[in-house]
């Protein structure tokens, strides 16, 4: 189960803060151009990097039982823009991480600040483990600006703490482009992720999430996406609210 919390988006909230580790739809304050232009992504280095991390996956995880690669999922059109989740790349993508985690809005609720080994030492589990938590990047225009952790939340220490189903599979996120934030792009993202997990994984019949019960933003930003508060549970960490987002939701959309 990840770290700490961090507030979310009303209408007129500060920012996008939120459901992570603890509560991760978290701004980066100090993420600013530097952090995205030399992450720049084109239509060709994302095709490398699916075929890369499909060879990955299926070493890790042959028949897909887990939750796949969402390197091979497609685009989601929205609003904001065209979004893709990209794996993480550790060698690539550390460094802009860690500093997103040293920013002090993100770093009180993922309780990652420091050097990058810290922030390293948080990835590698996911990276080497056997798919059942993804780290991803999240790709608005070609241009990273948030990062997302899919795990199956029915395997997940959270399972503990609420009648999991079979499939059952979780988010967390942070929002670190400074560009993105107080224009609703958490809302419109999450409601994205969450359409991305449930057509590309057909026996997940739930997404589910758990931020912090105090953080009203992040609740919020949740609900304005289509889920719906299930129950309080009190985690090791935070009493937070449990937030499930419906196959059937979706499908009679």
């Known amino acids: ?11 007129a909230a500060p920012e996008e803060q939120g459901s992570g580790p603890g509560d991760r739809e978290t701004p980066a304050a100090h993420a600013g151009t530097e952090d995205t232009l030399d992450l720049k992504l084109t239509e060709e280095l994302l095709a490398l990097i699916s075929a890369d991390r499909n060879k990955a996956a ?10 796949g690669d969402p390197a091979t999922w ?3 059109t929205t609003e904001a823009g065209v979004f893709h989740l990209v794996p993480v790349v550790l060698e690539r993508d550390l460094a802009v991480l860690s500093r997103w985690m040293n920013d002090p809005a993100v770093a009180a609720f993922w309780e990652l600040a420091g050097p990058e080994s810290v922030t390293a030492n948080h990835l590698r589990p ?5 798919g059942r938590s993804l ?5 608005l225009d070609g241009t990273p600006m948030s990062y997302w952790e899919i795990y199956r939340a029915d395997l997940d220490p959270l399972a503990r703490h ?7 599979t979780g988010i967390h996120l942070l929002v670190g482009g400074v560009g993105n934030r107080g224009r609703g792009v ?5 409601r994205a992720v969450a359409d991305l997990v449930l057509d590309n994984l057909p026996r997940c019949g739930r997404v589910v999430a758990e931020p912090d019960l105090r953080n009203t933003p992040s609740v919020s930003a949740f609900l304005s996406a289509g889920f719906r508060f299930s129950a309080e549970v009190d985690l090791p ?4 609210a449990l937030m499930i987002r419906d196959r059937t939701y979706r499908d009679h959309l």
Do not use: N, S
Not at 135 to 139: A, D, E, K, N
């Open 1 to 11: 189960m990840p770290p700490a919390d961090a507030p979310a988006e009303p209408d």
């Open 58 to 67: 299926r070493r890790r995880d042959p028949a897909g039982e887990l939750l």
């Open 74 to 76: 497609p685009g989601a």
């Open 126 to 130: 996911q990276l080497e483990g056997d």
């Open 135 to 139: 780290p991803c990047l999240g790709v």
């Open 162 to 168: 609420y009648p999991a189903r079979l499939h059952d």
């Open 186 to 190: 958490g809302t419109t993202l999450l």
């Open 237 to 240: 960490d935070k009493r937070a």
